[in-house]
């Protein structure tokens, strides 16, 4: 292992970087598959049983589908059984790299591996896993420390895991906290088959086009999500504060991670610009500041502005060659019961 690690490091990595994976015909952006699909399993002799402290979940705090995980994690109350590690917010030539002993990052477990000192980038890990691994290098991912293997780096799967695996080990408060209620499953999967396409992926279609037409097509499919959501949220407003009403679901979950890197980030960088959310969706900014101020899981101890703002544009070179931050929006995210004075006059209130 440790001699084909050395021959990594010296070699220059030739798999495509995230911001050249547009269609060189299109233009259109396409994100690759994950690689690694096991579960962890509660079933009798099961390959990844739930164990205290066997996995370990490595994160970037920048990353939206790692974000779902961290929130997951936290709502199902799994600190003291699911330990983890933010990388560094920069991604470079190899990847995503762990942080050195001498660097201060804002948030929780941002700190050299713990699990495996001598490795300086998420990839060693793949490749301590596969020495001819040719996929991505992604987070989340979920290492079993036990096998020495990875059980998932696909993040949709990794928070249904976090569901239900782990209840029988928990204490009855967060053992009852059902983030995917059977009698709204089917609406859930609906909604995120959209979600997905038109507003998680959305914002990356669109920041990573490469042509004018497939970038316009791109960001007025978001922008029509972002509409259909608005409506939605405004059809629950007499039932409750989150997606489908009166308790937090998946819904929320997998949109948030989105709607609250969309002013700081998306406008700007992926020119989704056609309006922001503080200023012109008062349902979705309102459903935004009421989940990140009024619960823990989504608020400042999962949400790093700093990681955020610095990973992309300081990451995505092609998009920012001269890597410059910039200050807005002020604040990041507004207070609960504050607006802008726009949607403070607007005729919703």
């Not at 990973?311 to 001269?322: A, D, G, R, V």
Request: glycine share 6%.
């Amino acid at each position: 292992m440790a001699v084909h690690l050395t021959l990594y490091a010296g070699q220059k990595d030739q798999r495509p970087s995230i911001t050249s994976w547009a269609d060189p015909q299109s233009g259109a952006f396409h994100r690759g598959a994950s690689a690694f699909r096991n579960f962890i399993s509660k079933k009798a002799g099961a390959q990844y049983p739930p164990e205290k402290g066997r996995y370990h979940l490595y994160v970037s705090y920048a990353c939206p589908w790692a974000h779902r995980a961290l929130i997951a994690r936290k709502l199902k109350g799994l600190e003291d059984f699911i330990p983890y590690t933010s990388v560094h917010w920069h991604m470079g030539d190899k990847g995503w790299r762990f942080v050195t002993q001498d660097e201060s990052l804002p948030g929780e477990a941002v700190v050299p591996d713990p699990v495996h000192p001598s490795f300086t980038h998420l990839r060693d890990i793949y490749f301590s896993v596969d020495p001819e691994y040719k996929g991505r290098f992604t987070v989340p991912t979920l290492f079993d420390t036990k096998t020495n293997t990875i059980v998932s780096n696909e993040s949709s799967e990794i928070i249904r895991m976090f569901y239900t695996e782990f209840d029988h080990l928990l204490p009855p408060e967060h053992a009852e906290v059902d983030l995917l209620p059977r009698e709204l499953q089917g609406e859930i999967e609906d909604t995120n088959d959209w979600t997905y396409s038109d507003i998680n992926n959305g914002v990356y279609k669109s920041g990573f086009a490469t042509k004018q037409e497939a970038y316009e097509a791109a960001v007025k499919l978001l922008f029509a999500g972002l509409e259909r959501a608005e409506a939605h949220l405004a059809s629950m407003s007499t039932r409750g504060p989150y997606y489908y009403g009166d308790r937090i679901t998946e819904a929320d979950i997998r949109l948030f991670t989105t709607i609250i890197r969309f002013d700081p980030v998306y406008v700007q960088h992926f020119k989704c610009n056609i309006k922001d959310i503080r200023s012109g969706f008062p349902y979705l900014h309102k459903w935004l500041r009421n989940l990140y101020w009024s619960h823990e899981a989504f608020g400042p101890s999962t949400t790093q502005f700093e990681h955020i703002k610095c990973h992309y544009t300081k990451s995505h070179s092609q998009i920012n060659p001269h890597a410059i931050v910039p200050v807005g929006p002020v604040p990041d995210i507004l207070p609960l019961d504050q607006e802008v004075p726009a949607a403070s006059a607007s005729a919703w209130k």
